[in-house]
């Protein structure tokens, strides 16, 4: 089946720094989404991505659909306590079942 | 806006004991998906309805687990037996469900806050 690798799995950072985290495929996706997943909670949607090569800002957090359309990236910039979390990239190809990442674990030293 | 509810929101059972979970999604949303998010890992779709129709079950254990959406609104997810690997979090989600006419969906799922099972 489908097979998405995305890294790191944890990263551990200082307040104020900038985040980069990514997911590659081994299928080619016609959509890529990024999540956040706080404790206790299920996933929220952060951004939707739809076309090779676009890339969306909401709000300190970027994300891009790479020109491959196997890859995706997500930045979030100037982190923040709130920012602690985990972080699922997710595909899809048209109307098929999302498949998700593993994730990568945020945690940030204050 | 009420989000998508679920009950219980944990369960501790006996391995080969039954367990069902419930569901209640967003008023007005046409699509269900149950998720099972093992520990460490990302959900993944155990199966998906529109209205009360299965679209997609093909990753649902069969012999052990069942759901249902009969009159295509609220969701019971059900196991029997249980076993030991069935320890997850059980994730629903719901959708319009308007956009799986073919081609490129464009629909947020929202997610419930998940029931945490946990087999001994």
């Known amino acids: 089946g489908q097979q998405l690798n995305q890294s790191p799995q944890s990263m551990f950072i200082q307040e104020g720094e900038d985040v980069s985290m990514n997911c590659t495929s081994s299928s080619i996706f016609n959509t890529w989404l990024w999540y956040k997943q706080d404790p206790g909670e299920g996933p929220v949607l952060l951004i939707a991505l739809y076309k090779a090569g676009e890339l969306t800002s909401n709000g300190r957090l970027t994300a891009q659909f790479g020109i491959t359309r196997k890859d995706s990236f997500l930045n979030i910039s100037a982190s923040i306590p709130s920012d602690v979390g985990i972080y699922f990239c997710?595909?899809?190809?048209?109307?098929?079942?999302?498949?998700f990442g593993q994730g990568t674990r945020l945690t940030i030293n204050p | 806006e009420a989000g998508v509810a679920q009950s219980p929101r944990y369960k501790i059972i006996e391995k080969r004991q039954s367990v069902a979970f419930w569901c209640n999604p967003i008023s007005g949303h046409a699509t269900l998906y149950w998720y099972q998010q093992i520990l460490g890992q990302g959900p993944k779709l155990l199966i998906q309805?529109?209205?009360?129709?299965?679209?997609?079950d093909s990753q649902l254990p069969k012999d052990r687990f069942s759901a249902e959406r009969l009159k295509g609104v609220d969701s019971t997810l059900k196991i029997q037996p249980a076993k030991l690997e069935d320890s997850a979090v059980y994730l629903c989600a719901s959708s319009l469900g308007l956009g799986f006419g073919g081609g490129l969906v464009k629909e947020t799922q929202y997610f419930g806050p998940g029931t945490r099972l946990l087999v001994l």
């Open positions: 309805f529109q209205n009360n129709g299965v679209v997609d």
């Open positions: 997710a595909g899809r190809q048209g109307a098929q079942k999302l498949v």
